[in-house]
C-alpha cells in the first residue's frame, strides 16, 4: 500500500503543470503520501525505512523538476504583471502557487528540504519589489500639469490584487500585509492625483485643464476602480478608528467628492454656453462636455452610495435637472449630424437615469 502511494506521488510530479486536473491530482496525491508517510514513520522498522527512502526519492524529483518548472512559470506570470489572462500556461499562477504551497508543507512536515518554503520566500520577495516599483513608477509620472492615467492605474491595481492572492496562497501573511500596504497606499495616491486635476478645473481654466479631465473622467470604470479601492480601505480604517473621527483615507474620498461638487457647475455652465452658440463646432464640444457631465454624476452616485451623504445626492441630481433643461437646445445644435444626434440622445437618456432617489423622509 504504501509503495502504491509513492508511486502514484512520483506519476502525479511527473507533469504537474500540463492541466489544471494533474496538478490538483499532484496535490491530493502528495497530501495521501504525506499520511501514509506520516504513519509508516510512526510504525518504525522496515516501514520507517522505506518512508525515509521514498521520501527522498520524492525529494529528487522535486528539487529536480517540479521547482524549476515552477520557477519558470512564475517568471513567465512576472513578465506579463502577475495576470492570469491569456497566458500560455495550462495552470494560473495562483493554482501554481497552491502546487509551491503542498511542496513547501510536505517537506516541512516530512524534513526532507526546504527548497519550496524557500522559492515561495523568494516569489514573495520578487512581488514586493514588483509591487513598490510600481508604486514609486506610477508616483513619478504625476505631474502638475497632467492627469493621471486611470486605465494604466485600473490594470496596477489589478496587478497588485493578483500579487496580494499568490501570497496568501503561499500562506505568506508578512509580504501579503505589505503588498496590501502598497496597494491601498497607490489607490490613494491616484485619487489625490486626480483631485489635484480637478481643482484646477474652475472657470478660469484653460482648454488644455479641460482636455485632461475629460480624458480622466470619460474611461469611468478606470476611476471607479481607484475609488473602490480606496473606498474599501476606508471600511478597513473605520474598524480600528474612533466613531466620530475621520479617518485619512475617508479624508481623501470626501475631498474626491467634493472636488466633483465644485466641478460640476463649471461644466454645466460650459454645456448652457454651448447650447446657445452657434457654428460647425458646437454640437461635438457639447457632446464632450456632456459626456463629462455623465461621468461626473455617475461618480457621484457612486460615492452618494459609500458615504451616505445626502448633498451628494442634491449635487448629482441637479446636474441631471439642469441639463434636462437644456436637452430641446442640445439635440437642436446637433440636428444636421444624425450619428450625433444618436449619440446624444443616448447619452442625455444615461444622465436622465444617473439621478439618486432621495431617501430622505
Known amino acids: 500500500m504504501f509503495d502504491a502511494c509513492l508511486r502514484a506521488a512520483e506519476r502525479s510530479l511527473d507533469a504537474p503543470l500540463a492541466s489544471t486536473a ?16 506520516r504513519r509508516a514513520m ?12 521514498g521520501a527522498a526519492r520524492l525529494q529528487k524529483q522535486i528539487a529536480g523538476t517540479v521547482l524549476p518548472a515552477l520557477a519558470g512559470l512564475f517568471d513567465a506570470a512576472a513578465a506579463r504583471g502577475w495576470q ?11 493554482e501554481a502557487a497552491a502546487l509551491l504551497s503542498a511542496l513547501t508543507e510536505w517537506q516541512r512536515a516530512s524534513g526532507s528540504g526546504t527548497e519550496a518554503g524557500a522559492q515561495a520566500v523568494r516569489l514573495c520577495t520578487r512581488m514586493t519589489a514588483d509591487a513598490k516599483a510600481c508604486v514609486d513608477r506610477f508616483k ?16 496596477d491595481l489589478a496587478q497588485l490584487e493578483a500579487m496580494i492572492r499568490l501570497a496568501g496562497r503561499l500562506n505568506q501573511t508578512k509580504p501579503q500585509a505589505e503588498l496590501r500596504r502598497l496597494r491601498d497606499h497607490y489607490a490613494k495616491t491616484a485619487l489625490l492625483s486626480a483631485l489635484g486635476v480637478i481643482d484646477r478645473g474652475g472657470d478660469a481654466a484653460d482648454m488644455f485643464v479641460h482636455f485632461d479631465i475629460a480624458a480622466m473622467l470619460v474611461s469611468v470604470e478606470h476611476v471607479v476602480a481607484v475609488i ?36 460640476a457647475p463649471t461644466y454645466v455652465r460650459m454645456l448652457k454656453n454651448t447650447a446657445a452658440a452657434r457654428g460647425t463646432a458646437a ?19 457612486i460615492l452618494h452610495y459609500h458615504l451616505d451623504d445626502e448633498t451628494l445626492a442634491d449635487a ?46
Open 283 to 301: 454640437p461635438e464640444f457639447g457632446f464632450s462636455v456632456l459626456r463629462v457631465l455623465l461621468q461626473i454624476t455617475r461618480l457621484i452616485r
Open 316 to 361: 448629482a441630481n441637479k446636474i441631471v435637472a439642469d441639463v434636462s433643461d437644456l436637452r430641446g437646445k442640445l439635440l437642436h445644435t446637433a440636428r444636421n449630424d444624425q450619428p450625433l444626434l444618436l449619440r446624444m440622445h443616448e447619452t442625455l437618456d444615461s444622465l436622465a437615469a444617473a439621478s439618486v432617489p432621495d431617501a430622505r423622509p
Open 22 to 37: 494533474t496538478l490538483r491530482n499532484a496535490i491530493a496525491c502528495l497530501s495521501r503520501f504525506g499520511d501514509d508517510h
Open 228 to 263: 473602490s479601492r480606496t473606498i474599501d480601505v476606508v471600511e478597513q480604517e473605520r474598524e480600528h478608528s474612533h466613531p466620530h473621527v475621520e479617518t485619512l483615507s475617508e479624508h481623501v474620498v470626501r475631498d474626491f467628492a467634493s472636488g466633483l461638487m465644485r466641478l
Open 84 to 94: 492570469a489572462e491569456d497566458a500560455p500556461e495550462a495552470v494560473t499562477p495562483l
Open 140 to 155: 513619478s509620472l504625476q505631474r502638475p500639469e497632467d492627469s493621471p492615467d486611470y486605465r494604466a492605474a485600473a490594470t
Open 42 to 53: 510512526a510504525d518504525g522498522g522496515e516501514l520507517r525505512r522505506a518512508a525515509q527512502a
